[in-house]
């Protein structure tokens, strides 16, 4: 599974911005796929997850301004952004799982086989 993020860019504090991820290769055996971000000096985190059947889950710095969604026919994942803060500012992965026998959260790293080389996204004031 090979993955490609796009719709990286500036955007002012309170702005919006769309990330999309497009999959390729044998997709069909993934069982989730999630966008994580790393900040300037920062370990990288989770920000969403979407599993196969529809089940979402977001951490708690972007509910409720953030929503993650999927295009199935054209294999592409989004992140809407919404009401952008500074500390929003990282670079954005988009992550791939593939373990149909996968029972955890869904938040670590280590929990995804697949990663794109990421996007910039940079918030300013």
């Known amino acids: 599974v090979q993955l490609v993020e796009y719709g990286g860019g500036l955007a002012q504090a309170g702005g919006s911005l769309r990330l999309s991820c497009q999959a390729s290769g044998i997709t069909s055996n993934v069982n989730a796929m999630a966008w994580f971000r790393q900040g300037p000096e920062k370990e990288r985190e989770f920000v969403a997850v979407?599993?196969?059947?529809?089940?979402?889950n977001y951490a708690d710095s972007v509910k409720g301004r953030f929503t993650i969604s999927g295009d199935n026919a054209k294999n592409t994942l989004y992140l809407q952004m919404n009401n952008l803060y500074t500390e929003d500012t990282a670079t954005y992965y988009c992550?791939?799982?593939?373990?149909?026998?996968?029972?955890?959260?869904?938040?670590?790293?280590?929990?995804?086989?697949?990663w794109g080389q990421g996007t910039q996204v940079t918030v300013s004031s």
């Open positions: 979407m599993t196969s059947d529809g089940w979402k």
């Open positions: 992550a791939a799982q593939s373990d149909q026998f996968y029972s955890g959260t869904y938040v670590y790293v280590n929990d995804y086989d697949y």
